[in-house]
């Protein structure tokens, strides 16, 4: 699956950017360049699933497909896909749920939650005190606390109705996933397996665990927040979509709205210009109907498309060479970012 | 021309040792061009009978099937018996998928279509280039507005082939009586066609009615023979809450791995159903008739009635789901005094009222043409009822006001006719509850001379003691996967997995 996802990230990013923007992709770093990058090649839907990824698993995967002649390097450190490399992708293809951009934090937070009440309610079935929560984040161990005391005496009765539910949750998925995800549960009986212990006994290669694993939860995630009358939607209720854009970008849009001067907003924000300039993009990007006038003239827009479409690239160099460098950059990826509805 | 040898087609490609009745004859007919109507029994194989030739004639084989599940399960099936060279194209497919499939149609042996695609004229000018060596119409009685599952897209098919250029055209179908089977011919335009007619009686299955009381005994009836089997089982409702609720009560009552399944489902979980009784996931599956058309597991044992089928051709095409392995099988229909109500007040809200055919005939001459579906919402006209109306009077010209009385006369007289007939169909269908003699004789003989010898037992008249039989063929639980138990134990405490 992490080979797979690759592969349809280095594709959609044409090699326009270097591979660092994979990595930064699926660990979800909270950037206005990561965000954009995620709208404009359309693989926002693998935005932050992989939080823990190592750049060493990264490098060693991506010279792995080197090898296999699935991709080839240019300079610069960008990679391109073959067309073995395609082909290879239509075979490997299987049901995907992410859809991060909008969800990572909340399916992060609902995979600790529902992992932790798992391991409270079957200890309460069993009898069991004292016991190691597996889950240590605060906030997770905060909301199961909370949680437990309003349903402590009901435990009995919601364990089996919370088996059936993640029976059902799992139908779709293959014996290897569901094996999978049942052994990584820690219950009254037993201890979850590491991602180790479960690429062993699978079979499938280590880094493919914790995708196949995010997968799950996010189809999970997306069942259970959908349908108030299942038993999860009340890990989910009060999980939502996250912002259109980061809380940075949000104020400097706000304050533009008002005075309408990157330098005045700079200067408030005690920030580069050029950052503003990342939130004015990262604003249209959300809203492409949203106008830009302001930074650039129309006849300056319909230049910059009429060049995007000439080099079929979304490269700012090469468009601003095309351009013979009449443009700013700023300029050229706020067109960009209008014209993303209308591409791919 | 050179003899072809279809055993050895019919081995190597199917894996099958010897053709079952009628199949061979049916291919015969098929590779050599004649237009033929052949009736074989539900489960017996029709789809082989235009699958092979497909393999062995020069051009297109095209198939029209009424349901798209029915279509995509099949090409699923062929593909996996290693033909490559089959499509299915239906609504259901992205624009994408279309164009790649009907831009190669020349690649293709065989194409499933369904009957809505074949009217579009870009879909025919891209047929029309190809050969076809053969038209197939499956489940052919949908043509007929005397058979049960009639469709209006179907009446269209003839024109269709005649667009095509007037390929040989095979029709199938289990259920169809000698006046469907004329009907069929007459609408397609092929009243010379060669007709095949074999014995649709199942003598593998044993027909049991079990006159009970009332409601409740009906329950306690059908727990007490559930308790009994181990083995697939599906149910039939002619309601989805009854479906649903009765579902619910077996499985409280733990009798096996029970779902429901209706057309007012969403429709991953209806595939996820089929999916879990076709993989063994599943026991017994409580379902309406929109769980049957194509529904091809092999080792169905039980298929019980809980309501009164309205026909006896629905009631025969659902109680051939079972057996289709060849083996045992048993139909258990469960009866209650009164229970003909039900059937008779679905006759009456499948047809338009008097009241309505006025109001619809008001609105196609105010607008001087034939409404669709949507146009006439107003109308609160059921899916049925529009069908009805639409096939007894779409294609009048509705700007000749003069016609509108006409018209309205005629059609009056046309529900009234059709009223009668569905009425008569549930008489026929409530002598096979109340003879006093054979069931299978009553069952069969609108279709056909006598009936086979059954292999076991014949039915509940001939043996009572059909009542007591018991099936075990599902094996205890240890096939199971491991995760299943290890979930379960992680919210049971007592290891009491499968007890
Ligand atoms: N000659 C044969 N030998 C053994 N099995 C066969 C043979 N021909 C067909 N079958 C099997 O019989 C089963 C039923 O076939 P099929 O679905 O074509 O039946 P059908 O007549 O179309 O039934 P229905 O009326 O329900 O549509 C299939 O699983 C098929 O593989
Ligand atoms: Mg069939
Ligand atoms: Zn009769
Ligand atoms: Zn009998």
Sequence with gaps: MFTYILLDCLSKMNAERTVSGVYHLLRGKKSSQTFQDAKVYRIEGYYGIYPDLQRETLDHALHELCKEGKTVWHDHGRMSVTAYGQGSMEETHMPLYFSGLEYSEAVEEFKNRLMLWIQIISNAVYRHAGYLPIVDKGPVQTWARKFYSERKAVLDEEAPILYKELRALLTPFSDTEKEMFVRRLTGGDRSGWTYSQLAEESGEPAWDIPLYLTNMYYYMFSEVSSDSSSYLYKLTEDLVKKEAFTSSSGKSIALYNKFGSIEKVAKIRQLQPSTIEDHLVEAVLVDPARNIDAFISREGARDISAAVRKTSTKRLKVIREQLNGDYSYFQIRIVLAKLQKGQG | ?499
């Design chain 2, 1 to 499: 021309m050179e003899p072809i040898n279809v055993k050895k087609v019919l081995e190597d490609q199917f894996k099958f040792s010897e053709f079952r009745p009628g199949q061979e004859n049916v291919i015969e007919n098929a590779l050599r061009g004649v237009d033929t109507l052949a009736i074989l029994p539900t489960g017996s194989g029709k789809s082989l009978c235009y699958q092979l030739p497909s393999l062995i004639l020069p051009g297109l084989t095209i198939v029209v099937s009424p349901l798209i599940s029915l279509m995509i399960d099949q090409v699923k099936q062929v593909k996996a018996k290693g033909m490559k060279r089959v499509a299915a194209l239906h609504s259901f497919l992205s624009p994408q998928q279309k164009r790649k499939i009907s831009g190669n149609l020349r690649k293709l042996d065989l194409i499933y279509i369904s009957p809505e695609m074949l009217q579009m004229p870009k879909m025919k000018s891209l047929l029309k280039r190809e050969t076809i060596s053969l038209f197939v119409v499956d489940e052919a009685h949908c043509i007929s507005q005397w058979g049960h599952e009639f469709r209006t897209d179907y009446l269209k098919l003839h024109q269709v082939i005649s667009d095509l250029g007037e390929p040989p055209v095979l029709a199938l179908s289990a259920t169809a009586t000698p006046e469907v089977q004329e009907d069929i011919l007459f609408q397609l335009g092929r009243t010379g066609a060669c007709k095949l007619i074999y014995p649709m009686d199942k003598p593998n299955i044993q027909l049991g009615v079990a006159e009970i009381e009332n409601e409740q005994e009906k329950r306690r009836f059908l727990i007490d023979f559930l308790s009994r089997q181990k083995a697939p089982a599906m149910i039939y409702f002619s309601s989805r809450q009854m479906a649903e609720k009765v579902s619910l009560e077996l499985k409280a009552n733990s009798l096996g791995r029970i779902a429901y399944y209706h057309g007012g489902m969403d429709p991953v979980d209806r595939q996820l159903v089929q999916q879990q009784f076709m993989n063994n996931e599943l026991d017994i599956v409580c379902c309406t008739s929109a769980f049957g058309m194509g529904i091809d597991k092999s080792d169905i044992r039980i298929v019980i009635h809980y309501h009164l089928p309205p026909r006896i051709e629905s009631f025969i095409q659902e109680i051939g789901r079972a057996g289709r392995d060849g083996g045992e099988c048993t139909s258990l229909l469960l009866y209650a005094p009164g229970d003909e109500r039900l059937p008779q007040m679905f006759i009456q809200s499948e047809l338009p009222s008097h009241e309505q055919i006025d109001a619809f005939l008001r609105f196609c001459y105010a607008n001087e043409k034939t409404p669709s579906y949507e146009d006439c919402m107003h109308l609160e006209l059921s899916e049925s009822q529009y069908n009805f109306l639409i096939a007894n009077a779409g294609d009048k010209d509705f700007s000749l006001q003069a016609t509108a009385r006409e018209t309205a006369d005629k059609l009056k007289e046309r529900q009234l006719l059709r009223t009668e007939q569905k009425q008569n169909h549930l008489i026929h269908m409530m002598e096979v509850i109340n003879t006093p003699g054979c069931r299978r004789k009553d069952l069969y003989r609108h279709f056909q001379e006598g009936f086979q010898t059954p292999h076991q037992k014949c039915c509940d008249h001939c043996h009572p003691e059909i009542f007591q039989v018991t099936y075990e063929s599902v094996k205890e639980r240890q096939g199971l996967p491991l995760w299943e138990e290890r979930l379960y134990n992680i919210f049971h405490a007592r290891s009491s997995y499968g007890q």
